[in-house]
């Protein structure tokens, strides 16, 4: 197939970016034609909470990227619909993730429909974003209708896109490894690459730091004297999406300073893998999700993680498995860390990681979109 991907990529940086890339590599690889239309301005300055949209890091090869789409000027959007339409892909594929986004994807949409011959599908990271905002409803609305069929990377996202659609062909397929971070380096080298102490045990939250993460609620774990006692620290490693000044009182507050190592830039791609090699395990104890790519990277570093019992985090980490699913409760995650490494449960739980991981590969991701295309 001619298949065009609309969203984020080179040279934005994240985990928007790092999916379409990988997904159009995928679909390289089964021997399909693929362009990404991505942005020249992807959000206003004033509404980007970090430092900078854009990467550090070399182009990926061996890709088409063309930048022209601007994400809040209507002349653009339907300008960059009318040379879709003209192309023909067989395929558009938009990866949606805010409603923010849904006027200029839902327009380019209609425009490109209008050939007749382009499918429309829709990869969701989100229907109703974790923050709302007024008009997100309208605004999903928009981008629903025109749009043939979904892809949901949850079970809470299909059933918030049922709220809007009840009949549009939808499927559930869980997202894919992460595995373009490089080889999980030996544990020692990793710690000496990020000047740690190897005689520490260390718990990795990784990301943007933004409130629904639950970042709090990991420090007030942290307090427990338990986790003191059994010599375990916790590194922080994302760029701060906010003000820092709350988490960095907190952390002065519960007198955990030797404990935390602040990594708070944004982590290029070339120096993740460091950060999950040092890692016994990874925490995400968010208060609200849908999914998260920071599971897939644990996934492919064949990590424990432990994950909060929301969003769609609890359908891919099977508790007492590979790691722990907990309540969003300080308490009860303190205790499952405390039990992961004083019953030393690390071992057995990278054995079943490899196995389990096999379930999450980008062939399998591509198939759930040729379902949707079946239907």
Same mark, same amino acid.
């Given at each position: 197939m001619k298949i065009i991907i609309l969203g984020t990529a080179y040279p934005y940086r994240g985990g928007l970016s790092a999916f379409n890339e990988r997904l159009a590599y995928e679909f390289q690889n089964q021997g399909h034609e693929v362009?990404?239309?991505?942005f020249t301005h992807q959000y206003p300055n004033f509404l980007f909470p970090g430092k900078t949209q854009y990467s550090t890091?070399?182009?990926p090869e061996n890709l088409?990227? +063309?930048r022209k789409v601007h994400s809040y000027s209507p002349f653009n959007w339907f300008k +960059?619909? $009318?040379e879709i339409k003209r192309k023909k892909p067989d395929l558009m594929i938009t990866k949606f993730w805010l409603p923010f986004m849904a006027p200029c994807f839902g327009t380019i949409a209609?425009? +490109? $429909? $209008?050939?007749k011959h382009t499918r429309l599908v829709s990869i969701l990271d989100n229907v109703i974003p974790h923050e709302h905002r007024i008009g997100d409803k309208i605004f999903v609305r928009y981008f629903i209708r025109p749009t043939d069929g979904f892809v949901a990377m949850s079970k809470s996202v299909l059933a918030d896109l049922r709220l809007f659609t009840a009949d549009k062909p939808a499927v559930f397929s869980p997202h894919p490894l992460y595995d373009h971070y490089g080889e999980r380096l030996p544990r020692e080298m990793a710690l000496s690459l990020l000047n740690l102490n190897p005689d520490s045990h260390y718990v990795l939250f990784f990301g943007f730091i933004r409130g629904y993460k639950g970042l709090d609620l990991l420090l007030e774990a942290f307090a427990d004297? $338990?986790?003191k006692a059994d010599g375990v620290k916790l590194i922080v490693a994302g760029e701060f999406y906010g003000d820092p000044e709350p988490y960095l009182k907190q952390i002065k507050d519960l007198q955990i300073e030797d404990r935390v190592v602040l990594?708070?830039?944004?982590?290029p791609d070339s120096e993740v893998n460091r950060y999950f090699s040092a890692a016994d395990i990874v925490a995400q104890p968010y208060k609200t999700a849908t999914q998260s790519g920071v599971t897939q990277i644990a996934f492919h570093f064949e990590k424990p993680m432990l994950v909060t019992n929301v969003g769609g985090l609890s359908e891919i980490v099977p508790d007492g498995k590979i790691g722990y699913v907990t309540e969003p409760d300080s308490k009860q995650i303190a205790d499952a860390l405390c039990k992961f490494f004083e019953e030393h449960h690390q071992e057995a739980f990278e054995k079943n990681i490899v196995e389990e991981k096999q379930k999450y590969a980008w062939s399998t991701f591509t198939d759930a979109i040729g379902n949707v295309l079946k239907k």
């Open positions: 362009e990404i239309y991505t890091e070399p182009a088409k990227i +063309v +960059v619909g $009318r209609r425009i +490109v $429909r $209008r050939n004297k $338990r986790l990594c708070t830039d944004f982590i």
